[in-house]
């Protein structure tokens, strides 16, 4: 990640997608698993004992993260007022909420 911020290539489109990508991908993760989960022991069973609800927004918080920061908001309604709370800010903290 350094290498890269000293490349002055983080501003590229390639780099735009892959980071929300990645932790879209991240946010998805968990599909699998829960549907495992659902399958065996039933969508009541998983919702009330395996926390399938927490995992659910758990990966709506990523995703919605994720979107923020690659939509640029809100730097793309009023430009130049959030330069200490930027969108890749309010990214994170949608992250770190689950």
């Known amino acids: 990640m350094i290498k890269i911020d000293s490349w002055g290539t983080v501003h590229n489109v390639w780099?735009?997608?892959l980071f929300p990508g990645t932790f879209i991908a991240f946010g998805l993760s968990g599909v699998i698993p829960a549907?495992?989960?659902?399958?065996?022991?039933?969508?009541?069973?998983?919702?009330?004992?395996?926390?399938?609800?927490?995992?659910?927004?758990?990966?709506?918080l990523y995703i919605v993260g994720a979107l923020i920061y690659a939509v640029?908001?809100?730097?793309?309604?009023?430009?130049?007022?959030?330069?200490?709370?930027?969108?890749?800010?309010?990214?994170?903290?949608?992250?770190?909420?689950?």
Not at 35 to 60: C, E, P, Q, R, Y
């Open 15 to 17: 780099c735009l997608v």
């Open 35 to 60: 549907m495992h989960i659902v399958i065996t022991d039933g969508f009541w069973n998983a919702v009330h004992k395996s926390s399938l609800g927490w995992l659910s927004l758990m990966a709506v």
């Open 72 to 98: 640029r908001i809100p730097e793309r309604f009023w430009p130049g007022k959030f330069d200490l709370w930027v969108s890749h800010c309010f990214g994170f903290g949608f992250r770190s909420l689950k």
